[in-house]
């Protein structure tokens, strides 16, 4: 391609909404342009990259076996009040009507479509199992879109279906995603990892994976082993030490409980200064609303409580923490004295707070803490658990040698096990070998296709510009003469050209009465893997190669040599 | 690929909605489904077909030398009301607001959006010519959904937009497209026609085409010459014979005009019967209102007035036939007794009204009648022109040897000159070599991608099933084992199943246990182009040979000849 036709313009300054690096060097190497918030064009360049990773996408789901459809957009609104997201999904979920007053949705995900359309294809186990996916445009109204390409309105997205006859085979049909997604990341260049993530919104029974871009910017905190590949959502993370916490045992030689006065020392801060103690000698005790209950969970109080944790563990729908006028109505203790000893709630007690030998917590009395408390004796009617969220340097809950590490990711896949969710309400079922209907057992999976594109560019630039990654790089080499008026450089130019392209090299040429100074910042900006100058030398046959991912490296070639060079440092196989 | 594992499920019968062969087609042979009235999933087996005719056009494109790019469906309603198409498009278009509030379109087209896109990034003359294009789905909310992909409401279309610096560089680029576009359908296998057409309410200055695949159910008509590549829509033919009428010059001759009582006879039928005269003896008069005005049209009486022509005549905006009651109001004349002799409005006469030597017409008086109306001599005041209609027979205006044939026909791509429509209204503009800023000169070119599938089946097809022609066929060979327990059978199945993919065919294995007839009506259905039937001769090697187009003739061969079968009767190169 030549740059002078590719409608390319690069801009120097960052536009002043663009928050991060690659939102910014999107816009500035003019790989897409915004329509509105959230709602971008993918320029040429751009569009060249987006399809580079759909085929990635593509290509690794076929291997998978999974089957390409394409459903539609325009989902008809019953179909989501049938599944009953309709209201539940609320204000992201963009709505409008037709011109006969029919509602529909704009997809923001297909489950609703793919389950009703399998109930009319499949009705037999001998169809089963079966992964269907589609690469197509999702809609989300975002509140707040931002980052570019990573919180958009309008986005392309793999997602994927599978449909199993049972839980086995929705097991197996999950791993092959899971490998899958992984061949994928890998063969884009992602810096990833696999990380155990909590059902969340979209709901249903058992496991589900988030594929997280590792990168500064990312919405999500994960807390991943330093030696193995154990990774998990930070809300999600569990900890080697955790249940390793032995309940104190030594009570014989403990005091009692002893109450003693605190006079508006409500909080665990008050507490060490004012005693001089350390707040790993403090137990925490915080109430929460869970469904409408009053529950109290006790943690050392060095420890967060984890309310996901806590939640899964009840069986929840709902959790807060509870209002402070509500647990002194319930319970008639101001909220800074409550404490596990006496109170009349149902107590969860964490491996953290089970552990100690003994601490200090709230009398359940205006003004009154105890000290001597020693749970294994206090607190006999509380229910063990984790409740705590991980803390970097935690010991790994897998490997023997690893401790816990947090990283920021960006979430650019998701792996999940739908089980009956979808199929139980949409009536998919089949009639098993004994021609008995069993409901379908479903997982999905989806890729922010156009999300890897901010992950990557996230995760590969420096302070001149993007570096891309072979796999998605929008051409593979930048040829630039140096001086378009100088014959010499601008045959050589052509010739090198053409005989890139012949080999099946993407080339791009910097063709444009440009000053040497802008071709250079622009070939830095737009970040191709490999570049050729062809500059004063060009009469002896000399040119310059060098890759942008080590731009101190240049090294001056005879132009005999290039294809040798291309072949082996960016490791691409030639036509011949 | 196993067809045990495709989700293809054929239908024996054709739904009961599916009026014509392509949609019924496409749902038997388990192509696509609806989810709603014009809106459809494309299965596994029709998104191959789909992505099929999406790379040729991409192809083409790119060959064009076209830039891919991709826009949003979401485009700001404001965007549409600074074009003026806000209110203009009317209930086709599909609005919606997001949760703030602001109105969206969802684009049956990207004028408004590429031209502030372009406006934005390109500001000189040396930046230009460029089209972009890209392959997006489209949205219009058709009043009446029907013919499956022909008329839906969501679908996948190629738009492309040329801008240029001036008319001469228009021509070029819209040459350049529809050079293109005969390649792709070409390429595709259709029969079609480059259709001289009208612009329509998308607008615009000069030239347009339709590319027409010929097709029974087509909406529109079109006329073609026997001999040349002369094509026009109905409304737009012109005849060889039209311009060649001479006007009579015999007026010495004839007697003045004779005014005569014709009681109640306002019809040209009830003039023949009454006066044992031909229709070519009466000069037809209609009398129009354009753009408010009144304006009579002369035409010879066994011909049909064609309004566009008479619209296009005036340069009127708008046109229809005038209210009697109007006409009577203006002129003081009962319609059936109109006639171009001393009416007070003014005449547009057809050429075929002109080359009569005399005729019999309105006397502008309640019941009366003129004979012996010389056109030469007694309208004299009236504009001569091509106002008609063309009829199947007339000498073609191009060639000299072919004459009109009517076609119908699908209209699956359009080229179209903008001008400068859009890029004035939303100030498109760039710099000239002279420092001016002039607004860019436009093109718009559509494909319906979606619709090329459902012209394709039309055109090929018999009473039992698809006949794809090479280049869209979703596989290219169909390997069908007639018995699926016949272990000799399944192997040499298997073997060759192994070995033409590995020559890069794509191949369908009919492996499923079902009966042979079964297998051979769905093969049918689905149309691949070759099938390969291994039956009892499978344990000499013999197996069946047949070609899809040619239903009649199966030949047994070896199976060693199959590869060379392949490539010679279906022309396919294969791997080494």
Not at 70 to 90: F, H, K
């Amino acid at each position: 391609m030549r740059q002078s036709k590719l409608l390319l313009n690069t801009l120097r300054e960052s536009p002043g909404d663009a928050e991060t690096a690659s939102h910014q060097l999107l816009l500035r190497a003019g790989l897409i342009r915004q329509l509105a918030a959230g709602i971008y064009t993918y320029m040429p360049l751009g569009r060249r990259v987006l399809r580079k990773a759909e085929q990635i996408v593509r290509e690794e789901m076929d291997r998978a076996g999974a089957l390409e459809l394409l459903m539609p957009a325009l989902q008809p609104a019953e179909l989501w009040q049938e599944s009953g997201r309709y209201e539940v999904y609320g204000p992201e979920l963009m709505r409008l009507s037709d011109r006969h007053g029919r509602e529909f949705a704009l997809g923001p995900t297909h489950e609703e479509v793919i389950t009703t359309l399998v109930k009319q294809e499949i009705n037999s186990y001998r169809k089963l199992p079966v992964t269907l996916y589609q690469i197509q445009t999702k809609y989300r109204d975002e509140r707040r879109p931002r980052f570019g390409l990573l919180r958009g309105r309008e986005f392309l997205m793999k997602d994927a279906y599978s449909f199993d006859k049972d839980f086995e085979g929705l097991d197996r049909s999950y791993w092959e995603m899971y490998h899958a997604y992984h061949r994928i990341f890998e063969r884009c260049g992602m810096n990833f990892r696999a990380v155990e993530a909590d059902a969340g919104a979209i709901g249903g029974e058992g496991g589900t994976h988030e594929f997280m871009a590792l990168a500064e910017i990312g919405e999500d905190t994960i807390a991943a082993c330093t030696c193995c590949d154990y990774a998990a959502n930070l809300e999600k993370a569990e900890s080697g030490s955790s249940s390793k916490f032995i309940i104190g045992t030594g009570t014989g030689n403990l005091e009692k409980p002893e109450k003693f006065h605190t006079p508006n020392i409500k909080t665990i801060d008050q507490l060490v200064a004012s005693l001089g103690v350390k707040t790993t000698e403090i137990l925490k005790t915080i109430v929460f609303v869970a469904d409408g209950t009053l529950v109290a969970v006790v943690i050392r109080g060095d420890q967060e409580i984890n309310e996901l944790k806590v939640k899964n563990f009840l069986g929840a729908e709902m959790i807060e923490i509870a209002d402070p006028a509500d647990v002194q109505a319930w319970t008639g203790v101001p909220v800074g004295f409550v404490g596990p000893h006496g109170l009349n709630l149902p107590i969860l007690l964490d491996h953290t707070a089970a552990g100690m030998e003994q601490g200090i917590a709230g009398a359940n009395e205006l003004d009154y803490h105890y000290r001597h408390l020693v749970p294994a004796r206090d607190m006999k009617q509380a229910k063990i658990g984790d409740f705590r969220t991980v803390k970097e340097g935690d010991p790994c809950p897998r490997c023997e040698e690893g401790t816990l590490k947090y990283y920021r990711g960006i979430e650019v896949g998701h792996v999940f096990k739908l089980g009956t969710k979808y199929s139980a309400k949409l009536g998919a079922t089949y009639l098993d070998a004994s021609g008995q209907a069993q409901s379908m057992i479903m997982g999905c999976y989806g890729i922010g296709v156009s999300r890897i594109l901010s992950a990557v560019i996230e995760q590969n630039h420096d302070d001149n510009g993007i570096i891309w990654p072979l796999a998605l790089a929008p051409y593979q080499v930048h040829l630039i003469p140096v001086s378009h008026n100088d014959e010499t450089q601008m045959q050589l130019a052509m010739n090198l050209y053409r005989l890139l392209q012949e080999k099946g090299i993407e080339v791009l040429l910097d063709d444009r009465d440009e000053r040497a100074g802008v071709k250079f910042k622009d070939a830095d900006l737009i970040g191709l893997p490999a570049r050729i100058v062809i500059g004063k030398d060009a009469g002896q046959g000399w040119v310059e190669f060098a890759e942008r991912r080590t731009p101190g490296i240049k090294t001056t070639i005879p132009v005999e040599e290039v294809l040798e060079r291309i072949r082996m440092n960016l490791g691409l196989a030639l036509f011949p």
